[in-house]
């Protein structure tokens, strides 16, 4: 199968502070991974892409150097959300893009950040 | 023309019977259709998915069915069990693109 991590899977932070979340592809290398957040029983909003070796591409509203996307080799993203508030509190989740016929994209466990 | 609208937004249905979940859309350059299924405080998983050259595909008790021609598909569940209790989420994606837009998610209770 295809595997996907994240770490942590939940992080309490002080206001203010800057947290970093790692997503890693375990059994396939990924050009590309996808950086989502949910808020509770809502869908899925896509936040931005990650391309290995060139800039995060964010979706509109997303802002950029709040939450900062580095994808570092083809199994590893990392996301930092910088001076994180309250309202950044939400439910992360990544996913890597698996090349194939069927566009198939697997989804990390999530991460669960809660900002005091 | 980007969204693509899943229904209904909650259902329960008892042990046994079958659990279906709409979804339609408006882009026909769409041709990768996933459902997801995702349990609380976890990643959505890969369920089942279709390409539009087929109406049908099945895995186990899991269908998706494809009207091309209505823009719709469907996810059917057959002989439902509580352990199917979950959210589920259709998506749809373009050819050569790799971004996914999902549906609004469909809360689905299966009563012992």
């Known amino acids: 199968g295809a595997v996907v991590s994240q770490h942590p899977s939940w992080v309490i932070c002080k206001s203010g502070t800057s947290v970093k979340i790692e997503c890693r592809s375990l059994?396939?290398?990924?050009?590309?991974m996808f950086w989502y957040r949910q808020f509770p029983k809502q869908s899925l909003m896509l936040m931005a892409t990650?391309?290995?070796?060139?800039?995060?591409?964010?979706e509109q509203g997303v802002e950029k150097d709040k939450f900062l996307i580095n994808h570092a080799s083809l199994t590893l993203s990392t996301l930092t959300v910088t001076s994180a508030h309250p309202e950044d509190s939400s439910f992360y989740i990544c996913?890597?893009?698996?090349?194939?016929?069927?566009?198939?994209?697997?989804f990390g466990p999530g991460t669960r950040l809660t900002v005091l | 023309q980007q969204q693509v609208k899943q229904s209904p937004q909650s259902l329960i249905v008892q042990k046994g019977g079958i659990s279906i979940i709409n979804c339609a859309y408006e882009?026909?350059?769409?041709?990768?259709f996933p459902w997801y299924q995702q349990f609380p405080g976890k990643g959505p998983a890969l369920l089942i998915a279709i390409r539009p050259d087929v109406s049908e595909k099945k895995e186990g008790r899991f269908t998706i069915s494809f009207n091309k021609s209505a823009k719709q598909f469907s996810l059917h569940i057959m002989d439902s069990q509580p352990g199917d209790s979950a959210t589920y989420f259709c998506a749809a994606s373009k050819r050569g693109a790799q971004k996914l837009v999902f549906g609004q998610g469909t809360r689905l209770t299966i009563n012992p």
């Open positions: 990650s391309n290995e070796g060139s800039k995060a591409t964010y």
């Open positions: 882009n026909t350059a769409f041709d990768y």
């Open positions: 996913s890597a893009w698996r090349d194939s016929s069927y566009n198939e994209q697997f």
């Open positions: 059994d396939f290398q990924a050009t590309t």
